[in-house]
């Protein structure tokens, strides 16, 4: 018990690195029931809204990053989930699409979600994302809170239905496998940047389509080991990725490109599985030096923002986009 104590103290710290205006007051679905339900938007700065409300008797909130005002057409929506024990505001600078969400040209709705408090008897967090593994115990219905606010933001703005994705760091990285295996009728594509899939989300997994899937990784990570952590839940990168190839059936021989940059001790491998159903692909980007972080190109030569930008945006519901 000691173990996993400080394992869970050490996946606490997982997640990384305005003002208001009166409130805007909107009404949309609870996305499992379809009951009515309020919902209240202040003004947080400069196209950038923070919005609330109830859902499962809790108070929940989104920061939601409006289309470039010139974006011509239907957005796509990208939901960037923070790591645990992190919040929306750290993900949104940590993890950060918002040079991208302000290009015309990109034209996508970026939304960071709040996730819920975590009291069980193993143990206690400020945020969470109730995707199994080390948050067994959770009675927080997260899926329904993403499909929650899919439905606001439908009503509001003139999003791409087909163009709706998931990415994320650690416990946000573990949230998007679970979204893709449970609300897979509306989220197009994930991406998951140190997490992997609990056991729980492993098992049950349902989706009804492919899905595209990537997964960034570096081989240093402690909190959430390439190998995977049995005793909290953790399935290995291997089996992850694994899962998706066979689901997507894709073809089992990947493609791998190797740059090492000069130095050996700066390999990043990337696997990619094509010839999928549906014309998705699977990819893994497994860094050598990196540990548990976003990384960056300063530091790793590779952007993950960018990276996951470029692959989920060639993507929809019905796969591949010509």
Not at 22 to 51: A, K
Not at 152 to 168: E, H, L, M, V, W
Request: aromatic share 10%; hydrophobic share 35%; net charge negative.
């Amino acid at each position: 018990m000691l173990r996993i104590i400080a394992l869970l103290v050490l996946l606490s710290s997982c997640g990384g690195g305005g003002g208001s205006s009166s409130p805007v007051n909107t009404e949309g679905t609870s996305g499992n029931n379809q009951n009515t339900i309020d919902e209240q938007c202040y003004q947080y700065e400069t196209r950038v809204f923070r919005c609330e409300f109830t859902h499962g008797n809790l108070l929940r909130y989104y920061y939601i990053h409006q289309p470039h005002p010139e974006a011509q057409g239907s957005s796509s929506v990208l939901f960037n989930l923070h790591g645990y024990g992190s919040n929306a505001l750290a993900q949104m600078q940590y993890g950060d699409f918002r040079e991208l969400a302000n290009n015309k040209e990109s034209n996508f709705i970026l939304i960071h979600p709040q996730g819920a408090p975590l009291n069980t008897a193993l143990t206690s967090s400020a945020s969470h994302w109730n995707s199994g593994g080390w948050t067994i115990g959770s009675t927080v219905d997260d899926v329904d809170f993403i499909d929650t606010i899919i439905n606001f933001i439908s009503q509001k703005y003139d999003i791409n239905a087909n163009r709706i994705y998931s990415t994320g760091m650690s416990n946000g990285g573990f949230m998007s496998y679970h979204l893709a295996c449970n609300l897979s009728s509306k989220i197009a594509a994930v991406a998951s940047v140190t997490g992997s899939m609990s056991v729980q989300t492993y098992d049950s997994c349902d989706p009804s389509r492919p899905i595209a899937v990537m997964q960034i990784h570096g081989l240093l990570d402690g909190v959430v080991p390439f190998e995977g952590k049995t005793e909290l839940g953790m399935k290995s990168i291997e089996d992850a990725i694994e899962y998706w190839r066979s689901y997507n059936s894709c073809t089992p021989d990947p493609i791998i490109e190797l740059a090492e940059y000069f130095n050996p001790d700066q390999t990043i491998e990337h696997i990619k599985y094509i010839n999928c159903l549906n014309n998705v692909q699977v990819e893994l980007y497994k860094i050598k030096t990196m540990g548990h972080v976003w990384p960056n190109e300063n530091q790793y030569r590779i952007s993950a923002s960018k990276t996951i930008w470029d692959f989920i945006n060639t993507y929809d519901l019905n796969g591949k986009i010509n």
